[in-house]
């Protein structure tokens, strides 16, 4: 009898069972380092909502590691960095946690590019960050952001929103250092807040800003056809027409001042019908 088919036969199936015990052993690690990933999440969530940011973000680092595809270890962790972000506070460890956060929601992005949550996450933190030293190139990366979920979902107000009060706060941001540099080169013939500008200084400021307006003014509209309550956006739509305002002489300006002054009395209203609601409730 030939026994070396035989020996072969059992060589092959030892290499076999060698490779499926292999198997199940890394089959049986992952599933052990997922179990253990997503216990520590509860464990984090759970750290997270008691205010224990730092310890909630390093159960949130440890999920991660463990379980690359648990998305909500990722996201937890940006949204604990986020928390923990102070905005205007301009110290060298608060911007760092800032960056952490951005950097932690792109980390969500790049597993997920339509995550709306990591959208509004880079959006809020770049806004905070751009406010205190003012840079404006960072107020405009917050915006592309919240334009991302436009594009993802057009039916969400508060995208909108975002960027009409970004578009905001970079003209009025202009309208103030326009005056700022008039007064100076005019220190006998000052220009208040409330005055118009100068023709000259006014034509400047809308070829520089009237687009940027005319964009705020059209999201926030937007904003309050998707949900015509928004009161903060009613408002934003108000301080956007008096810049607006600021770019045309009268009888314009005194139509649009008036637009404005009817969309603040707009804010009371509804905020008088929620208190008197709540109040009932």
Known sequence: MNVQPIIHSHRRAARVFGVVAVLVTLFSAAGCNRLKARDLLNKGVAA?????????????????????TLLNARLY???????????GAPSDE???????????????????????????GIGSILYNMAGTPFDPDK?????????????????DPEPYYWVGVIDWTLSYRGNAEARQAYNIQNPKKQVKEADP????????FAQQ????????LMMLQKATELRPDYADAIAYQSLLLRQKADMSDNPTRASLEK???????????????????????
């Open 48 to 68: 997270f909502k008691n205010g224990q940011y730092d310890s909630s973000i390093e159960d949130f680092k440890q999920a991660k590691d463990l379980d690359p």
């Open 139 to 155: 107020y405009q990366e917050s915006k592309k952001y919240h334009q991302k979920h436009i594009e993802l979902k057009s039916d």
């Open 259 to 281: 637009q404005a002054d009817d969309l603040l009395d707009k804010v009371k209203e509804i905020k008088q019908k929620i208190a008197e609601k709540e109040s009932k409730s």
């Open 94 to 120: 608060n911007v760092r946690v800032g960056q952490q956060a951005v950097s932690e929601f792109q980390d969500v992005l790049s597993v997920d590019a339509s995550n709306l949550s990591a959208l509004d």
């Open 209 to 216: 800003y009237g687009n940027l307006v005319d964009e705020g």
């Open 197 to 204: 500008l100068a023709d000259k200084v006014r034509e400047q």
């Open 77 to 87: 962790l940006a949204t604990a960095y986020a928390t923990e972000y102070i905005p």
